[in-house]
Every structure is written in C-alpha cells, then in structure tokens.
C-alpha cells in the first residue's frame, strides 16, 4: 500500500523523514522483489503547490496545481526513473551504465549508478547542457562524453554500444525508468483525491508523458481514482516533432532538456495523447521564458525552461480548459540547474558597484 495513503488513514502527517523512496513507498505496484536491492536517494514525495497566480491568468474558476519535481534529491523527475533502472541494473549484475542525454538523466544516471558502486558513462551534446546538471554529473563521479552532435545522435550511438558492450543502457527505452516515473502520477492522485481534468507536461524524448499515463491507468484500474486526465504534451516550437509529426533534424530551443528531434517514445506518448483526449502543442521560446518568469516572481518557484513550457502551453491554450478545472503542470526540473538563463532572462533590478555605505544603499532603494 502506498505509505502516504496509509498515513493518511492513520489521520498522521506524512513527515520528509518517514518518506522511504518511492520504490518502498510504492512497492506493490513496481516490478521489484525482495531480491532487489533497493538504490535510493529517497526520491519521490515532491509537493504539490498552488499556483494562485498562474490559477488568476487562466481564469474561468481553474485551479492549477504545480507538481514540482525539480525538489527530488538530484533536482529533476529523472530521479524516479533512475532509482528503478539502476536498482535492477544491480540486481542483474551489472557494473556500468551508459545513457545519452540532455543534462537531467546524466546527473540522475551518475548519482544512483555511483551509490550502487557502478560506472556511469554520459554522452552530452557539447555545449547544449546547462551548466548545473554538467557540474552534478562531474560532481557524482561519471565519465562525460561531450559528443559533436545532437541529443538524438549522442542516444543512438549509446543504443549501439548498450547492445555491443556489458553495459547497461539507462535513458527512458529502459522500461523500467517509465516504472519509476509512473508514481508521480500516483502522487498527484494521492495528494488530490483523484487526477486532475488535465495534465500539463512538457514533451522532449516523451518519456514521462507516457509514464504519467501508465500510473494514472494503473490506479484507475485499482479504483483509486473515478477520472483520467487529458494529456497535455508541451513541446518547444523549435523541437516538436509530435506537433508536426515528423523528425526535426536541427532542434532548436533555449529550454536545452527538451532539444529533441526525434523522440524514442513517441508511439508510447501518441497512445496517452489518443486514449486521454489529449494533444500535443508547441510554445516558443519567448513562450517558455514568460512563463518561466512569472513561475519565478509571481509564484516563487524557479524551475528550469524546459519545465516551464507546462506553464506556457496552459497559459497559451486558456480558453479551451474548461471551466472550474483542476489543471497540474509538472515542473520537471529544479531551476537551478540553468542559472545562466535565469541572470539573462528576468525583469529585476541588479545594481552593481554600489559604495559600501548606507547613505548610497538608501539612495538606491529610492528613500
Ligand atoms: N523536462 C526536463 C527538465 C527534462 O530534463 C526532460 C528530459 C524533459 C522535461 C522531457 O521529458 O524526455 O520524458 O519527454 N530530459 C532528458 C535528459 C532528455 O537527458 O535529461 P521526456
């Protein structure tokens, strides 16, 4: 039985120290058995937050929730992915691990392969990756591969050398990352009392769209929700193959984690967007960058680009949520990851050179 629900009978307050992972947390609804051993940076158990701002621009009595996975423990949903496939990485004896990737999984890949004692192996997309998920992935020990070319080429070399070599492959074909991934939509029940009326996810290799899909099916199958959402798939306009349905050969976006040209999920992510009523849409750059900021200063929630294209895509397509909806937008990632395009995209205030002394400190904040 998922912890939280049990908690919750028990009329106590889940508290961060009693939340074990979501392996353990969601044990019964995972491919794992008593002869995995569980690898857990007690992942999972992210908030779901308000957004009275956001709730105000859309309107129509909407209540937008944020499911803001940036807050798991290496800063993006990748974690609930990672903990299943590298735990089962171990329990079938393998040593190394390998995926490509846009930032996130390479981070998420080296944490959990290096608690499990395992080697990791990134191959990157030189000059494309933000700068935080370049320092994690560095920082938890992997071995980086900047290779001159794109996210798709970097994915379709590491498939080749997963099939050759002992190595396991970690990116989202694993299907035990989807696994993982599922119990975010198990959360977003948990904490509402049955799924929203839509889900607002951005789309890059659309992985997590399908695995959202997966865990609400799952739990209405269970009984533990009446509803399904609509599967609201948010692409950048410059990388949106499932908008235009066909590859993009160059993608091109400020949000890095979701420059994708041709997704390997994307029959899995076309049956959410059929079964759900759901439909894939593309936001611009200037887009994502609006909602990203009002995330920031309107909400107080800094999540990556990538993330706010959720955001972007329910503010753009307004009119067609229907009235007194309850809508989530998933935040996939922490907005530290990318602080080069939080210093060059915000509408504050930064004074620099200012004499330390409190007549000039006054005379600057206008007293
Ligand atoms: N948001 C963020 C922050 C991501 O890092 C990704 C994917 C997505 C959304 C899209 O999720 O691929 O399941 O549709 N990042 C991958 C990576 C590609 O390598 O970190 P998806």
């Known amino acids: 039985m998922p912890l939280l629900s049990a908690l919750r009978r028990l009329g106590s307050k889940p508290v961060m120290q009693d939340w074990p992972g979501l392996i353990e947390a969601y044990r019964s609804w995972l491919p794992v058995s008593a002869a995995t051993p569980v690898i857990t940076l007690h992942e999972g158990a992210t908030p779901l937050i308000p957004a009275p701002v956001i709730s105000e621009r859309i309107g129509r009595g909407v209540r937008v929730f944020l499911k803001y996975d940036g807050l798991n423990p290496t800063g993006s949903f990748k974690d609930r992915g990672m903990t299943m496939a590298i735990s089962k990485a171990r ?12 930032g996130n999984t390479s981070a998420s890949a080296a944490a959990y392969a290096r608690r499990a004692g395992m080697r990791a192996f990134v191959l990157i997309p030189d000059g494309y990756v933000a700068q935080g998920k370049l320092a994690q992935a560095l920082l938890y020990g992997a071995e980086v591969l900047a290779v001159k070319g794109n996210f798709d080429r970097a994915l379709a070399i590491v498939r080749e050398v997963a099939d050759k070599y002992p190595i396991t492959l970690v990116n989202s074909l694993n299907p035990f990352r ?6 975010a939509a198990f959360e977003v029940v948990d904490a509402l009392g049955d799924a929203p009326n ?59 984690a979701i420059r994708i ?60 949520v229907p009235f007194g909806a309850t809508v989530v937008c998933v935040l996939t990632g922490n907005g530290l990851k990318d602080p080069d395009t939080a210093i060059e995209n915000n509408d504050s205030k930064f004074h620099t050179g200012i004499e330390p002394d409190t007549a000039t400190v006054a005379q600057v904040l206008g007293f």
């Not at 329990?91 to 846009?102: D, F």
């Not at 989807?178 to 119990?183: C, P, S, W």
């Not at 959202?212 to 410059?238: D, I, N, T």
């Open 91 to 102: 329990e079938a004896g393998s040593e190394a691990v390998i995926c490509a990737s846009t």
């Open 261 to 320: 040209g041709n997704p390997v999920n994307k029959e899995k992510a076309l049956k959410a967007q059929g079964e759900s009523q759901g439909a894939f849409m593309a936001v611009t750059d200037a887009e994502i960058i609006e909602a990203y900021k009002l995330l920031g200063s309107g909400e107080g929630i800094f999540c990556e680009p990538a993330s706010a294209a959720s955001v972007a895509g329910l503010i753009k397509r307004r009119e067609e």
């Open 178 to 183: 989807l696994q993982g991934q599922k119990t």
């Open 198 to 256: 839509w889900l607002c996810i951005p789309v890059g290799n659309a992985g997590n769209i399908s695995a959202y899909w997966m865990g609400f099916g799952e739990y209405k199958a269970a009984g533990r929700c009446r509803s399904l959402p609509r599967m609201m798939g948010f692409q950048a306009a410059g990388a949106a193959p499932m908008v235009i349905g066909h590859t993009v050969e160059q993608p091109d976006t400020i949000a890095t």
